[in-house]
Nanobody, 118 residues
Framework: VQLQASGGGLVQPGGSLTLSCEAS????????IGWFRQAPGKEREAVSCISSSDQTTYWLDSVKGRFTISKDNAKNTWYLQMNNLRPEDTAVYYC????????????WGQGTLVTVSS
């Protein structure tokens, strides 16, 4: 089982990036998926998550209206489209998959660095 995150990089304030997370070894049925981030010296925080039923989406207040989360079940991949990036969005972004039925497995991607700077 593996989550492979990609798409980070250096972008100027106001710019855009799209992160991708491809899961291998399992399918996305009965899994909640999402993105977290950790800035230097700060705790990891949830950015956006989608429930396994796709009925519920969580957003960190500071990214509402700027970030979009989506997933492609056929590709076992989910995305985080980030627009109008701000310096305070600078962080290592991690994708996460949490199984919503027993045995309730939880997996993390390796992290991808997003740096917003002029």
């Amino acid at each position: 089982v593996q989550l492979q995150a990609s798409g980070g990089g250096l972008v100027q304030p106001g710019g855009s990036l799209t992160l991708s997370c491809e899961a291998s070894g399992f399918t996305l049925n009965f899994w909640a998926i999402g993105w977290f981030r950790q800035a230097p010296g700060k705790e990891r925080e949830a950015v956006s998550c989608i429930s396994s039923s796709d009925q519920t989406t969580y957003w960190l207040d500071s990214v509402k209206g700027r970030f979009t989360i989506s997933k492609d079940n056929a590709k076992n991949t989910w995305y985080l489209q980030m627009n109008n990036l701000r310096p305070e969005d600078t962080a290592v972004y991690y994708c996460n998959a949490a199984e919503t039925v027993a045995p309730f497995r939880n997996y993390w991607g390796q992290g991808t660095l997003v740096t917003v700077s002029s």
